[in-house]
């Protein structure tokens, strides 16, 4: 149960300094939503190489662990894009007068395999991740990224602890 809560927390974590857990408007599109969006995207990823370097001392090993949170933004990336296309599916059912049940089903269903494909994809980069890491830089990290993630989000009074 620990390590379900501490491969939570770390994907919570990207996603908070990633710009994905802060507001989105769905109803905005094209060039200034992508344009906005890969601005978050790249000020997370800034902010996660400066953790890294600030927490693991060793500069291959620092570099290694960077390239696998690229990684995990790319697939983060990928997996908010299949769901806005699940979405829009749904959007274009939710029109249709005479769209079936099943049709929203197997749209969901969908939705759902793709999102767990996503989330064990990042799990294995954050074990990856972890796996390059000493005990004590992954403690460290995983601190440092409550702690930064915890600034993000509302109604938090500081960083959560004991995950």
């Known amino acids: 149960m620990k390590q379900m809560r501490w491969a939570m927390w770390s994907v919570v974590g990207l996603l908070a300094l990633s710009g994905c857990s802060g507001h989105h408007h769905h109803g905005m599109h094209g060039t200034m939503e992508s344009g906005k969006g890969d601005a978050y995207w790249q000020k997370g990823q800034q902010d996660m190489a400066g953790l890294i370097d600030r927490t693991v001392k060793d500069p291959a090993k620092a ?39 099943e049709e929203f089903t197997k749209v969901l269903d969908e939705a759902g395999s793709q999102r767990m494909k996503t989330s064990s994809k990042i799990l294995a ?8 890491m000493t005990a004590d830089e ?26």
């Open 63 to 101: 570099t290694q662990v960077k390239a696998l949170v690229d990684e995990i933004v790319t697939e983060l990336k990928t997996g908010r894009e299949q769901e806005r296309a699940y979405h829009r599916q749904l959007y274009t059912l939710n029109a249709s007068y005479t769209a079936a049940p």
């Open 138 to 163: 992954w403690k460290s990290l995983s601190d440092r990224m409550l702690s930064y993630s915890s600034r993000y989000q509302p109604g938090s009074a500081g960083a959560k602890t004991g995950y």
């Open 125 to 132: 980069l954050r074990f990856k991740m972890k796996e390059a």
